[in-house]
């Protein structure tokens, strides 16, 4: 079901202009390399243009150093697909992360996704100072009140207007405390979000069952909302989120669905299981995709395709859900 | 109270290259009541120092005191004398004494025989935690006396993030999510509405950002004799 | 550190509770079960009271070895005194580690009032163990720092 969120448009956003209009919108991720190998960046716009209505790039994920989310959506914004910045609360503080997003608001750069980040100790750098001098919630409004109020979040003005940028947040359904995920979209809503990407869904029931409640109480008409999809690799990547990935929840059938997949092949055939293994992660994708379209409220989807750029096409035109629209 | 822990036997014997003999100072406040710098632990440390330099066949000479607080001057007074004596002064104090002792006595080395870690509590018996990170400007009446800055690994102060799983941190299973007990105990108090709020950002001038803090009463300083 | 000297014998220290440890010993006296003389016993109301500084302040005055000896696990006669012991036991343990003696120069044991044979096995044990580390580095600073220690 195609959501739809107020008529005033705010940016220039391609995804705004696409959820405006009423269409099921479609993000993907896009991870940036560990070099400045910016070649690396320009193939995988090449794989994820004229797929989808924006693509994500990650800001130092999983607390791991990689070429910055804002340099790698300047390549993007060069090379016609349009960004979503990232940007953690983790490694800038307030000044920065103004100067960042002047900069990339100057570079054509019209999407910005906000996050707490993954806390250090995960990364490749776990001595670092983490900064949190911001949270989440109060980049939102900060970036809002850049936006809308034309000031700093010190109060002074910007000069010739703020960064007009589409501002999103994350949503996870499934962490604890469950109860409270309404209060907390209620609440980024209110700092400021125009749109939120959800954490990868593995338990259909679950995302129902908190899709009835945003519903109920009315969120989905406030903020446009993205069902976070993704294909499964293997079966022990399967496993992997279930017991390793804070805030993940993944049911059995999926993990079940997996392990059948290679039932029949022998184990020293490895080129044949991961096949088998890729196949059966895309069929349940696309199959996602069809039934989070089905659920009251649901804006779109964030196709996660972890170093996999390349099946994000494949999935969206077999999910029927191309061509993307032109504004 | 400030906790702190001492440094491994190693780590302080290296320090002490080129000395013969050092005064090791306990402190009886704060590192007392945490067992890492009362008089029995410098009786402890003294003894394992001189065991391990006659073992490395150097021996070291390490006599022993401990003075009530290593942060307030006039408990430093008596060290004076007889200080020559010594190479270098190893104090068990926290961060804090060991300055102090630097400040009273610039001309000796003073070295640190503890590493301070942090303001806690014992939470049970051996067991230390932390709790206060010093902000400068405490917001616990909005969060049902629970500190985000210090227990929420993130500092956040609209939590919880997205990590947080069966209530606890993302950083470490056996820490309980600060967020979430935040909520829960507001709820238990009927403050959630409060929670609903978009907790502005922080001022951090307050804190360690800010440069070094002081405290100035001029109800309790020395009187001028002019009484001005 | 190992080197012995043939009719090398080791000091040991062994500080024994006594409602169980030391009620042993002098059931192995009484019974004519023999052990090395050079295990010198110290009575105390309860291994609880051992406590880290005098057991490093012995080694430091070059005793060879520590033995510990407690209560039965569970049976302590003051409840938790035993377990107090061995946590200090293990602390001293890694201390030793730490200065550069031999982790084995200190050993904690548990026994029963009844259990005369077994006391003196474990202080015959303990003896044989020390005299085979040889004698404790300790002992040759030891006259240099008579004076200072």
Redesign the interface.
Known sequence: MDGAISETRKTRSNLEGVLAQGHFAVTAELGPPKSHDMAQVREKIELLKGHVDAANITDNQTGIVRLSSIAAGIAMVQEGLEPVIQMTCRDRNRLAMQSDLLGAAGHGITNVLCLSGDHQSFGNHQGAKNVHDIDSMQLLRMIKDMRDENHFQCGEEIPGGGPRLFIGAAANPFADPVDLRHFRLAKKIAAGADFVQTQLIFDMPLFHDYMKRVVDMGLHERVAILAGVGPLKSAGMARYMRDRVPGMTVADEYIERMAGAVADIAKEDKPARQEAWRAEGIRICVEQIEQVREIEGVAGVHIMAIEWEAVVGPIVEAAGLEPRPVL | MIVAEQKPLAAITSMMEGCRKVLAVGCGTCVTVCFAGSAREVGILASSLRMASRVDGEPLAVEETTVQRQCEDEYLEPLAEGLDDYDAILSLGCGIGVQSLADRYPDKRVLPALNTTFMGRPTEQGVWEERCQACGSCVLDKTAGICPVTRCAKSLFNGPCGGTQDGKCEVDPSIPCAWQMIWERSAKLGLMDRLMEVEPVKDWSTSRDGGLRRIVRDDLRMPDAEGE | MSDSEPDFEPSIIAFCCRHCAYAAADLAGSSRLSYPPSLKIVELPCTGRV???TV??S??AAVDGVLVAGCLSGKCHYQTGNLYAKQRVDYVRR?LA????DEARIRMVNISAAMGAQFAEHASEMVEEVRALGAS??R??ND??EG??
């Open positions: 406590d880290v500084l490093l302040r080694f430091e201390q730490e200065i550069g003696l580095p300790l040759i600073g240099q720092l200072e220690t």
